[in-house]
């Protein structure tokens, strides 16, 4: 499913170079459970943004479902990530002047349906998250918690094979972060390819596999039983 090899991303401000990924490389078969831990500023974002096709690596060669992302336009990988990709951020990032099932709706808009079947789709993953009683809810009247199911079933209305979740419960308290996490091991068993950023090694111990980055490359990479 993702294919990396050897990949680098260089940021530049100003003069200064800096290298947040030095050369990693790594797979993930279709329908893992992927952590990746490491310390602050060690290149977890960076990797996932690429991973995400939100960026560019530098260098090295990224294989998404067997497209080679370095050879296609910029339409292309756009339509490439929404079509594989869902992305689930700390900070939710909803839009506060629309209630949830609006919100859900978002990246539909690229699609082909009708705005009967987008309502359809996005009532359907809100009721998925458990939220089927709040669709007309704006963010500031819900918890922390049931903003960052909206932005799960933001995630997974376009129904993508792959969630990149980059500390999604990072904003949560802990009985909110086990509902959360409960969530994505029921899509993980739907068959949906999980990669979880997180600080919480609560969390990193219930995925199946625990990739560690430092100093921009991955140091360990460990099977568990999830
Ligand atoms: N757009 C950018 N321009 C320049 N440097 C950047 C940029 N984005 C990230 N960096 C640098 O790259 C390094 C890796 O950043 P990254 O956000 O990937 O870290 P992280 O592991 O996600 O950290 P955290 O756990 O704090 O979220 C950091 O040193 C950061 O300062
Ligand atoms: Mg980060």
């Given at each position: 499913m993702i294919k990396v090899d050897n990949m680098k991303k260089v940021y530049q401000t100003g003069e200064i170079m800096f290298e947040a990924l030095k050369g990693v490389s790594l797979h993930i078969e279709k329908g893992e459970f992927v952590s990746i831990i490491g310390p602050s500023g060690s290149g977890k974002s960076t990797l996932m943004n690429i991973l995400g096709c939100l960026d560019n690596a530098s260098d090295g060669e990224y294989c998404l479902d067997g497209n080679?992302?370095?050879?296609?336009s910029d339409d292309a990988i756009s339509e490439l990530r929404n079509e594989k990709i869902g992305f689930i951020f700390q900070s939710f990032n909803?839009?506060?002047?629309?209630t949830a099932v609006e919100n859900v709706e978002l990246p539909l808009?690229?699609?082909?349906?009708?705005n009967k079947k987008r309502k359809e789709m996005a009532e359907k993953a809100l009721s998925l998250v458990g939220l089927g009683d709040r669709m007309d809810h704006k963010p500031n009247e819900m918890s922390g918690g049931q903003r960052q199911r909206v932005a799960i079933a933001r995630a997974l209305v376009c129904e993508p094979a792959i969630i990149l979740a980059d500390e999604?419960?990072?904003?949560?308290d802990s009985k909110t972060t086990e509902e959360v996490m409960a969530i994505l091991k029921d899509l993980n068993k739907l068959g949906n390819t999980i990669i979880v950023v997180t600080h919480e090694p609560e969390i990193a111990e219930q995925t199946s596999r625990v990739i560690t980055v430092r100093d921009g490359n991955i140091v360990s990479d460990v099977r568990q039983v999830g």
């Open positions: 080679t992302v370095k050879n296609m909803l839009l506060p002047k629309l808009i690229y699609g082909k349906q009708s999604p419960t990072g904003n949560l």
